[in-house]
């Protein structure tokens, strides 16, 4: 079992930064592949990123590479998307989840058994 707990959304300028958490309880987190998902209103949910088990793969969707950073801390049970030169299109509620089956996850958001319930990111232009 895990539970996912995101925190670090909120309103920015296009250009700025946040940088957001997403904290894991569970014994299983340092097994398990994490992603981020964002969700606009009216549109499917679309992979953002994604970190295997040990921090040392990841993997973008286009929009975002180059601009987000994917990282985790296994000793703080804790994953973190850095959002940098953000754009009025990344508005979104972002999720985080985790696939406690495989140490990858991948970009289907199927492959994930455990979601947060999300975070409110709004970039204003």
């Known amino acids: 079992q895990v539970q996912l707990v995101e925190s670090g959304g909120g309103l920015v300028q296009a250009g700025g930064s946040l940088r957001l958490s997403c904290a894991a309880s569970g014994r299983t987190f340092s097994n398990c592949g994490m992603g981020w998902f964002r969700q606009a209103p009216g549109k499917e949910r679309e992979f953002v990123a994604v970190i295997n088990w040990s921090g040392d793969i990841t993997s973008y969707a286009d929009s975002v590479k180059d601009r987000f950073t994917i990282s985790r801390d296994n000793a703080k049970n804790t994953v973190y998307l850095q959002m940098n030169s953000l754009k009025p299109e990344d508005t979104a509620v972002y999720y985080c989840?985790?696939?406690?089956?495989?140490?990858?996850?991948?970009?289907?958001?199927?492959?994930?058994?455990?979601w947060g319930q999300g975070t409110q990111v709004t970039v204003s232009s």
């Open positions: 989840a985790a696939d406690s089956r495989e140490r990858w996850g991948g970009r289907y958001y199927r492959n994930y058994d455990y």
